[in-house]
């Protein structure tokens, strides 16, 4: 059951100064398969629930299908993506209709801070304008997906 999502990415120039008001999740993810097509396969762990996730495509519109896991499958599973994680903070900030997933990274990732925000058309993401504490837009930039920084770091 494939869905697709239309996102846009952005780095962070600065956090917004009530952030501790919004709601947050802590996400640890790792990957069983990065591919050179785009395809990735994902372990994830958000709050007390955990999910596979197949993506595939890249840029703005992407394929995405998800199932539940138990918590015995994701720990099976999850010794697989060893070298190949990342941990978040993920808040959840509603604006201008939509709502920004703003990612604060720990670890080896510590100090960067990304905005992601999901579409439902590309004309609804055309016609986005970001709040003046976005910073550059990296949709597009391969080193800022979340497969390429559990891999390489920054």
Known sequence: NMTHEIERKFLIKELPEDL??????????????????GTEVRLRKKGSRYFQTVKS???LLRGEAEVE???DQFEKLWLMTEGKRIEKIRY?????GTTIELDVFSGML???VV????????KQA??????NWFGIEVTEDERYKNRNLALRGI
Do not use: C, K, R, W
Request: proline share 7%; hydrophobic share 35%.
């Open 20 to 37: 501790h008001h919004y709601p947050s999740t802590e996400i640890i993810q790792g990957y069983l398969v990065i591919s050179s097509d």
């Open 57 to 59: 495509g890249s840029g």
């Open 69 to 71: 896991l138990s918590q």
């Open 92 to 96: 959840e900030i509603a604006y201008s």
């Open 110 to 112: 510590q100090g960067l």
């Open 115 to 122: 905005a992601e925000v999901e579409f439902v058309s590309i």
């Open 126 to 131: 055309n016609l986005f304008i970001p709040p």
